[in-house]
């Protein structure tokens, strides 16, 4: 879809498919736009009960009176603040009245542009465009018929309004990016595909990307990370990457994805029901890669590094066994009691190859835990840890991307369920609270940094009818890492 930041004008002899106008729902928001015809329009839709201005709420008018727009949409806003979430909700209401509907070229306005409407506005009909072809052809009725969205504001906010777009359509090419990624089925989508989607983003946008192969992670000693690859013909890949966008001392942040491109979950085979799903497991490192497709586009003024350990976690001959004892990159020794939990285990030599950078922060990214799904559902990520200050970072940019995040504990206490009888670690503990103790897992490899970490387990995609990868958390993770920059000259930052 094509967006731009057009100038407002007389809005009565715009001629457009649909006019999408964003009311409040006091009684003279519709004044305030200073056009008599919506006013009329909106006024009537009230008085007959048709539109109520309440957050979400959708009023369409074909032909409408004394306007050169093909339709007018009313969208409301409710009485409230018009905050972030309030934007999204009206943008996401105003995809859903265009639904289907043969309106190709739209404009927004809103007589109190709003600069987070511009956010919202791309991510809602950027969400609405997309469109899964990559091993399918498209439905023949199509929902979202619109070609390009024109936002429409005040000569003196053009130049901000530009740069937030811009901004924004970045976020959104992460997003599509993470999406197609982890929509692929598993036999497309393997740890050699990822490597090759990695190397593909940085001839695109010049970056240096490096993509270990099964020798290699047996150099790097990365024997946990071998252990989950052990049991599959497809060989393992960890893909390192590199932006440069300050100078070279300057210490790099880096994401960590989980890649597991299918999780049958080994020997400790999961149940049939769904397996289907665990072919997003490699969602975290989806969106590793989106979000250096976001990072690329805006060349903000950081370093950054992303790492993706990439393997199958199948079942077989060879397969890693409940009880076998490895050692991980660190020298920590793991006895694996469960073979599905294989995450913690790529990640584990992943946090630790990460310590070479001498990061600024390291964020791991992983669909890790099906108990994260039941502590929080597929509303907030679990974002896990020990630094409040980065935690605060992480849930400040949750917020502005309306990507959200909540805070979960970790602690000692949690931990103890890890003691294991042959190794200095088990990977598994008991039931309880296991989104914890899988991050406390983690937490044993990441002493030498600042470090967080996401359990996108029931955000990361949605199951049933509509069943697809989401791109999260791409918006949070970009936003993080814009925020990063040195705050006296910062480019392409939006502040909230
Ligand atoms: N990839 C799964 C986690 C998962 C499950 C994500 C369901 C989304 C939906 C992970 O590798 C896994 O299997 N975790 C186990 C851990 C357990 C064996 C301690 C789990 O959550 O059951
Ligand atoms: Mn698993
Ligand atoms: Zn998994």
């Known amino acids: 879809m094509e967006f731009s930041i057009a100038p407002l004008k007389t809005l009565s002899s715009l001629h457009t498919d649909c006019l999408v106008v964003f009311l409040q729902s006091s009684e003279q928001a519709a004044a305030a736009l200073d056009e008599q015809a919506i006013d009329a329009i909106a006024a009537q839709a009230r ?19 004394g306007l050169a727009a093909r339709r007018l949409l009313l969208v409301g806003l409710g009485a ?8 999204r909700k009206a943008a996401e209401a105003a995809c859903a009245a265009l639904k289907g509907r043969a309106a190709a070229r739209v404009h927004l306005v809103c007589a109190d542009a709003q600069q ?9 009909f950027g969400d609405f465009a997309y469109v899964y072809t990559a091993t399918r ?5 199509v929902g979202c018929r619109v070609r390009s969205l024109h936002i429409l504001v005040a000569a003196r906010q053009a130049a901000a309004a530009r740069s937030r777009l811009q901004r924004a359509e970045a976020v959104q090419a992460g997003v599509d990016l993470c999406r197609d990624l982890a929509n692929l089925p598993g036999n497309h989508c393997t740890p050699t595909h990822l490597g090759k989607v990695a190397q593909a983003l940085g001839k695109r946008h010049k970056l240096k990307v490096e993509v270990l192969g099964p020798a290699d992670i047996e150099r790097e000693r990365m024997g946990a990370l071998r252990a ?14 590199r932006y440069q966008g300050a100078a070279r001392t300057q210490p790099p942040h880096v994401l960590v994805g989980k890649g597991v491109t299918f999780d049958s979950g080994g020997i400790s085979l999961k149940p049939g029901a769904e397996m289907d799903e665990m072919k997003f497991d490699m969602a975290g490192a989806a969106s590793v890669l989106g979000a250096f497709e976001a990072v690329a586009r805006l060349r903000p003024k950081i370093n950054l590094v992303g790492l993706i350990p990439a393997t199958e976690n199948l079942p077989g001959g060879t397969a890693v066994k409940p009880g076998d004892v490895v050692t991980s990159r660190s020298g920590q020794t793991i006895e694996i009691l469960n073979t599905d939990a294989e995450g913690r285990l790529i990640l584990c030599d992943a946090l630790n190859y990460a310590e070479r950078f001498k990061p600024a922060s390291v964020v791991d990214i992983a669909t890790l835990t099906g108990a994260c799904v039941i502590a929080l559902g597929h509303v907030h990520s679990g974002l896990f840890s020990p630094d409040d200050e980065l935690a605060q970072a992480l849930v400040d940019a949750a917020k502005a991307s309306q990507d959200s995040c909540w805070r979960m504990p970790l602690g000692d206490e949690y ?13 598994i503990a008991g039931r309880a609270a296991g989104s914890v103790t ?5 937490q044993r490899f990441t002493k030498a940094y600042r470090w967080a970490h996401l359990d996108i387990a029931g955000t990361a995609w949605k199951s049933g009818a509509n069943k ?16 990063q920059q040195p705050a006296a000259g910062a480019r392409g930052r939006g502040g909230e």
């Open 415 to 427: 931990a103890e369920g890890l003691r294991s009888r042959f190794a200095d670690v088990a990977n």
């Open 47 to 65: 008085e007959d009960g048709d539109f109520s201005g309440q957050a979400g709420s959708t009023y369409l008018a074909n032909r409408p009176q």
């Open 137 to 141: 052809k498209p439905d023949a009725e």
């Open 228 to 241: 989950v690859a052990q049991g599959s013909q497809q060989p393992a890949r960890f893909i390192v990457l």
């Open 438 to 442: 899988a991050a406390c897992f983690l």
């Open 468 to 483: 697809g990868a989401t791109g999260r958390p791409v918006p949070l993770l970009v936003h993080y890492l814009l925020a």
């Open 80 to 87: 409230g603040p018009t905050d972030a979430q309030c934007w």
């Open 116 to 124: 987070p409407l511009i956010d919202a506005a791309v991510r809602a």
